[in-house]
């Protein structure tokens, strides 16, 4: 005999929740996803009507999921949110080219306006050229500071209020596991925060904070939403890809352990007589609109910028000598 759902006990049970280990019907499952997402919108203020948002839209399943489910609340709530998908081209072949192409499908399905900005536009350098001149160690971190800043410029060009981004509860849960591991205790009691300010006072939150990876592919697979599954070709090089592995393992034995390393960085406090290291340039980086405030960002664009100057250099002595060859060449005809 098959179970019924334990929410409305008449449907059959079809999913079991990851989180808690209910078994729903598929409708029910909808329901409590969505209205825990909007609890957590509402719970957190995050909008205000008028408000201009843009979704960070990727094409892959975070960042699906969230456009289907913003566009259903707003909707079914009447947020009063006009919305908008942005997206950025990283330079990344076999990867970026075709997420894009399902962003482009998501937006005639959502109808929703998108932007596309570019590396190459915002920067003169794809991720591709990037990872040539540093090899395959760190360059998450530079795709993430360059990343951040051009979700910031794309915002900036649309007028939008907010940025809503797909980080859900297993990625703040990674990043506090990375923190603890690093030693990063300036950035480890920030970055459980739902929502931030970046560059021209533009506010970014995560409204799938609490929101499971698994529960968000069953919701995506089960709705049939048009998604880019394929992981990105650098990622498997990551740091992160270790705080992952450990956090599955500790998933598999203790289903809430996501959750509660989450709280366990809420809770996490400095006592006010506790020296944090000081950041030196912060002129630098507001004359820079640069988005971040760990060193680690500034030696990023100050490497770039010296790359891009050794380039620059190597540029104009290739130009000059093939002046030099032209002229020689030249010379050479005019004895003959």
């Not at 075709?98 to 929703?112: A, C, W």
Request: proline share 2%.
């Amino acid at each position: 005999m098959s179970r019924l759902c334990v929410i409305c006990k008449e449907e059959r049970a079809s999913v079991k929740r990851p989180k808690t280990g209910e078994k729903l019907c598929r409708n029910c499952f909808y329901h409590i996803f969505e209205t825990e997402v909007h609890c957590t919108i509402t719970d957190n203020k995050l909008f205000k009507s008028g408000d201009r948002v843009a979704i960070a839209a990727s094409g892959g399943k975070d960042s699906t999921v969230l456009a289907h489910v913003m566009k259903t609340l707003n909707d079914r709530y009447d947020y009063g949110l006009d919305l908008f998908l942005l997206s950025v081209d990283e330079g990344i072949t076999g990867y970026r080219d075709d997420s894009l192409e399902t962003v482009k499908r998501n937006q005639q399905q959502y109808n929703l306006p998108l932007k596309i900005v570019s590396y190459s536009e915002l920067y003169g350098w794809t991720m591709d050229e990037i990872v040539k001149e540093v090899g395959l160690k760190n360059n998450c971190t530079f795709c993430g500071v360059f990343r951040r800043q051009a979700l910031d410029r794309g915002a900036v060009m649309l007028n939008i209020d907010h940025i809503v981004t797909g980080h859900n509860a297993d990625d703040i849960a990674e990043t506090v596991l990375m923190n603890i591991l690093r030693g990063d205790i300036a950035r480890l009691e920030r970055c459980t925060e739902i929502c931030t300010t970046g560059d021209g006072r533009i506010r970014r939150s995560k409204p799938f904070k609490y929101a499971y990876e698994k529960e968000i592919v069953m919701y995506a697979y089960f709705k049939k939403l048009d998604y880019f599954s394929t992981e990105c070709v650098y990622s498997p090089n990551s740091y992160r890809g270790h705080a992952r592995a450990f956090l599955k393992d500790l998933e598999a034995i203790r289903p809430s352990a996501i959750i509660d390393i989450i709280y366990s960085g809420e809770a996490f406090q400095i006592k006010q007589d506790v020296k944090l290291p000081t950041q030196g340039a912060e002129s630098w980086i507001a004359e820079r609109k640069i988005h971040g405030e760990m060193p680690e960002n500034i030696a990023t664009m100050l490497h770039f910028d010296q790359l891009q100057i050794e380039e620059g250099s190597r540029k104009n002595e290739s130009d000059k000598d093939k002046k030099r060859e032209e002229g020689e060449e030249k010379g050479e005809k005019n004895e003959w």
